[in-house]
């Protein structure tokens, strides 16, 4: 288990420098000159020249990606191109921070939403229920978030009014007023991902069903009941962890749409806001911090299948 | 016979499948008894309903079926008509299945001990701890060793051997009343199943049980049971005692089934034998004959058997028959040829070498970066083995699962390439990697699989598998012409209708699908052919046409074959070389007659011992081999088979590697025993596979 860990964690470090590097390429390549970018084009030619210097922007290319490097990891991530040139690391940070909320709460929602919807599907292979439930949820899945996300809004804030329409809590705001906050884009987001999660656990269930051993069960006599949570969901739902993590991931760094509709302050929308600005410093901050934390549910979510299943071995 | 009430009566039984609108019947007016005290055998090919019968007597069905008539009266009860909840109190309690498959029967998340314990809290009431401890002591009496550690084990870090035992000794935790025991050693080693059946045997007469024993092996069913029924279309043909089934059978059934047993047959000099065949396949349940089942197939088949169907007659008080014709062939007045057939032989084998594989050595995962850096030894699949085949003949290959036999057939195949060693095919170096070798080398060595299923495209006809061979093989471009005529030959030689070139895998059977993989092998006409099982995944009936059909190709064509099987008596009747495989080494080696004659290594004394002869009157010598083979990452010091020898003489087999003896004509034996010695000891143990005479 210790060995697997620091095989996974080493991986995990190849991982990120190899992104790292591919972010740093794939920044260069845009056009246009940054100091230019910065101050403008009234600036005079000697006030570029000496951003150009200050930045570092005259070394050479692998020069400028060890200095980033080094500096991303020792904390110092620069400083923004927007006005003010505030420092980038407390502003993802705290981007961070609403964007983790966001995503715990909508795991929380629907995680066990599609799994229940997934195996009443599975047992009821073919049936009614299960063509109701994979049309209900094939369908809003095709619907765009800003689709769904508006039509929330309409209904439930400007309608009802029983959540607000944007999700600009302050930042000492109640936990009551934060889930309040929370409800409309989570909901919207659970659109999206419920599908994936019903469909992965409907077919584990019915591969599971069909195995020998939920014969076995049955014949030992348990009652049905016994059969399905204890026998067969604890087999079905393995795949469904995976894409959990998957999700994680997205909801981190992905909800761009669902983020702007709500104007939420999360971390996809500070990746807009950077690239709309061709802030690179910012943008390399976000994707790498989006990668991180990717990579770990991607780590968590190999480290729990293999708690929950024997067969694997983690050596 | 017995006047008790049986445990267990279905009558007139019949069950229906739903397929599309319509339903089909999977049985049909089905009688079957079960008393107290009685392992009852059920015996049936793939799609007789054997299985189907075995779970329905459980009342446990699929979905799509449905009970469409009959009765089934388990202790007093009729069982047709209970409740799901009423079921659930006799599942587990008063009957208990064991399974086929014990890997996939197992829930693969849960420790064993879990698995049992989960059954004594249910139906004993028992605290979690007491029911622990009573999985335990199940454990202990189906003698696992160490049950504690066991029991803390999850199913796939068991053998297929100690997985079975796990399933038997869940089902007898309650002391069910009846068992129901569905192909439970068909996955096993002959020798595993062996200690297996003897396990089963105690433990059913010890527990005072019932029980039905579901198997397709006659040999397995004279051995262990009572009385047997045999069911062939969803129907019972026959029912009697085990005395009266395999000695005095009145169902042309029956009696052709036993006579198509492989065995071995030793023909005046010149002659060659074929074994009597049943002809025909299996009805599918679409489209069983109204009238007779059996009688498309049947030798004794007259007018009324086809436009009639016989109905389920009582004879005595222990048998029933269901033939128009069972008096004649009681009375003797209609005798069914069960004669193997003696044709003279096309052409003997001669001197020449075809295959020549010398000091080949092959070892898997021991060279790769991993391994070296964690220090585990390799897999020594195959040890310094040396086999020679000369044209026309055939080299059988026996050896338990793990013996090398398969990696020994894939080195000479080129699938995987030697460490050490030589190949050389008619006198000629052979590359060891399929990849190197030329089209004509390609050519002269086919091989035909285990699994037919598994070894054709589902997306091509039968007709393009044949033509892609002859078209990527043949050493000169042959036209479409040629071509659709060489299929037609092909086809005809492995006796499958012209039209069947058209048709897809998913539309032929099992035996047919595996004569178009032999036609595949022959397309080229090689000079050797390496079939893995060929027989081993068909039916009774179909293996010993595939076994003729084999002989026939080989005397046309003078091919060599590399023979590899568990089944002892069909190498014996194929083969007239033949090589015992112990962990990756030869262990013995001789013509046929002289390996299945004493004396022998131990090891295949103990397989020779291990199979189950088709006749009740002869009980086969208990010799057993227990434990499970070692490891071929870890091959015990001295000679490899001292571990389980039950003939181990002392520190010697443990130190120094047996000398290879000859025991006179070219019979060589790796044993420190010497020949004299080890004929001595063996000379009044039966022999199985030569006594048994049907």
Known sequence: ??????????????????????????????????????????????????????????????????DWLTGFVTGDWGRSFVSGNPLIRPLVMDRLGNSLRLAGFTLLISVPLSVFLGVISGLNENKFVDNAISIFTLSVVGLPEFVTGLVLINVFALGLGWFPASATAPADASLGDWIRQLILPAITATFVLMAYIVRMTRAGVIDELKKSYVRTATL???????????????????????????????????????????????????????????????????????????????????????????????? | MTQTTPIIEARALSIEYKFGRGWLNALHDVNLTIYPNEIHGLVGESGSGKSTLALALMRYMAGNARISGGTI??????????TPTEMRAIWGSKIALVPQ????????????????????????????????????????????????????????????????????????????????????????????QAVIVDLFRELIRENDAAALYVSHDLGLIAQLCDRVTVLYGGEVMASASIENVFKHPIHPYTISLLASLPRPVNPTHGMETRLPTIEGVAPSLADRPKACVFAPRCPAAIAICHTEKPPLEQINAERTVRCHR??????????????????????????????????????????????????????????????????????????????????????????????DGN??????????????????ELRQIQMIFQNPNDAMNPFMSVGETLARTLKRLSSQPMTTAQIDARVAELLESVRLPMDYAARYPTELSGGE??????????????????????????????????????????????????????????????????????????????????????????????????????????????????????????????????????????????????????????????????????????????NPILDAQI
């Open chain 1, 1 to 66: 288990m210790i060995r697997f860990l620091l095989r996974r964690l080493a991986l995990l470090a190849i991982t990120l420098l190899i992104t790292s590097a591919v972010i740093f390429a794939l920044t260069q390549l845009l056009p246009g000159d940054v100091a230019r970018l910065i101050l403008g084009r009234e600036a005079r030619p000697e006030a570029i020249a000496a951003l150009r210097e200050d930045l570092g922007l005259n070394n050479s290319v692998p020069q400028q990606y060890i």
């Open chain 1, 220 to 315: 030992k006599g348990l009652p049905r009941r016994t059969v399905i949570i204890k026998h067969v969901l604890r087999n079905a739902l393995l795949p469904t962890i995976t894409v959990v993590a998957l999700s994680f991931g997205w909801l981190i760094g992905g909800l761009i749409v669902i983020e702007n509709v709500f104007s939420y302050p999360g971390l996809g929308r500070l990746m807009t806001n950077a690239v709309e600005r061709k802030d690179i410093p910012l943008m390399q901050a976000v994707v790498m911090v989006v990668i991180f934390f990717f990579a770990i549910a991607n780590l968590l979510a190999d480290v729990v299948y293999a708690l929950l299943n024997p067969r694997i071995r983690l050596d």
């Open chain 2, 73 to 82: 009266v388990f202790d007093g009860v009729d069982i047709t008509r209970t």
């Open chain 2, 101 to 192: 498959d014990a890997l996939a029967s197992l829930n693969p998340s849960y420790t064993i001990g879990e698995q049992i314990a989960e059954i004594g809290r249910l139906h004993l009431s028992l605290d979690a701890r007491t029911a622990w401890a009573c999985g335990i002591d199940m454990l202990r009496r189906v003698k696992i060793a160490d049950p504690e550690a066991v029991a803390a084990r999850y199913p796939h870090q068991l053998s297929g051997g100690m997985q079975q035992r796990v399933t038997i000794a869940m089902a007898l935790t309650t002391k069910p009343r009846l068992l129901i025991l569905d192909e439970p050693t068909t996955a096993l080693d002959v020798t595993t």
């Open chain 2, 326 to 419: 069972w008096r004649e062939i009681a009375d003797c007045t209609l005798v069914i040829d069960t004669a193997p057939k003696l044709i003279e032989m096309s052409a003997p084998p001669e001197a020449g070498m075809v295959l020549d594989a010398d000091h080949l050595e092959k070892t898997f995962g021991g060279e790769s970066m991993f391994g070296r850096l964690t220090k585990r030894n390799g897999v020594h699949a195959v040890d310094d083995v040396s086999v020679h085949i000369n044209r026309r003949s055939t080299l059988g290959l026996v050896g338990e699962s793990g013996s090398g036999k398969t990696t020994l057939a894939r080195l000479i195949v080129g699938l995987e390439a030697t460490d």
């Open chain 2, 423 to 440: 190949l050389h095919l008619l006198n000629a170096p052979l590359n060891a990697a399929v990849d190197a070798r030329s089209r004509d």
């Open chain 2, 513 to 686: 699908k595996q004569r178009v993989a032999i036609a595949r092998a022959f397309a080229t006409t090689p000079a050797l052919i390496v079939a893995d099982e060929p027989t081993s995944a068909l039916d009774v009936s179909v293996q010993s046409v595939i076994l003729n059909l084999l002989k026939d190709l080989r005397g046309q064509h003078g091919t060599s074959y590399l023979f590899i099987s568990h089944d002892l008596k069909a190498v014996a009747y194929l083969a007239d070389w033949i090589a015992v495989m112990y962990l990756g080494e030869i262990v013995e080696e001789g013509t046929s007659e002289h390996v299945y004659t004493m004396p022998s290594h131990p090891y295949t004394e103990a397989l020779i011992s291990a199979i189950p002869v088709p006749d009740p009157t002869i009980k086969s010598k208990q010799i057993r081999l227990h434990g499970d083979p070692p490891s071929a990452r870890n091959i015990p010091t001295g000679c490899r088979f001292h571990t389980r020898c039950p003939r181990k003489i002392g520190a010697i087999c443990e130190t120094d590697v047996p000398p290879y003896r000859d025991a006179g004509g070219e019979h060589f034996i790796r044993c420190h025993i010497p020949v004299e010695e080890l004929a001595r000891l063996q000379q009044d143990s039966p």
